[in-house]
Nanobody, 124 residues
Framework: QVQLVESGGGLVQPGGSLRLSCAAS????????IGWFRQAPGKEREGGSC????????DDADSVKGRFTHSRDNAKNTVYLQMNSLKPEDTEVYYC?????????????????WGQGTQVTVST
């Protein structure tokens, strides 16, 4: 059974950092592009940050480019999102997901097997 479980969210002050984890089971995460998307109450999921399967290239929304970085730990079958210089507007629930196809865009419609999400709150 394919499953993704996010963790690592929490409360952090503006300018702080968090590292989110996306633990995969039921498949080998290194074979798939993994995306991170965020969602505020009453809004659609947005702000994709994706790492590809093959060349480990990344594709980040303009709102997070230069602040968020990606990594993989294949031994743990886990993908990480390091979030630095966090801003209050980064406060949302963050989800990870697996892309349906090997290649594609970093948009929610091309991803599935969504995790349950982890809350990130940036506030003083």
């Amino acid at each position: 059974q394919v499953q993704l479980v996010e963790s690592g969210g929490g409360l952090v002050q503006p300018g702080g950092s968090l590292r989110l984890s996306c633990a995969a089971s039921g498949f080998t995460s290194d074979y798939y592009a993994i995306g991170w998307f965020r969602q505020a109450p009453g809004k659609e999921r947005e702000g994709g940050s994706c790492i590809s399967a093959r060349d480990r290239s990344t594709d980040d929304a303009d709102s997070v480019k230069g602040r968020f970085t990606h990594s993989r730990d294949n031994a743990k079958n886990t993908v990480y999102l390091q979030m630095n210089s966090l801003k209050p507007e980064d406060t949302e629930v963050y989800y990870c997901a697996r892309r349906f196809t090997r290649d594609g865009r970093c948009v929610p419609a091309e991803f599935g097997s969504w995790g349950q999400g982890t809350q990130v709150t940036v506030s003083t």
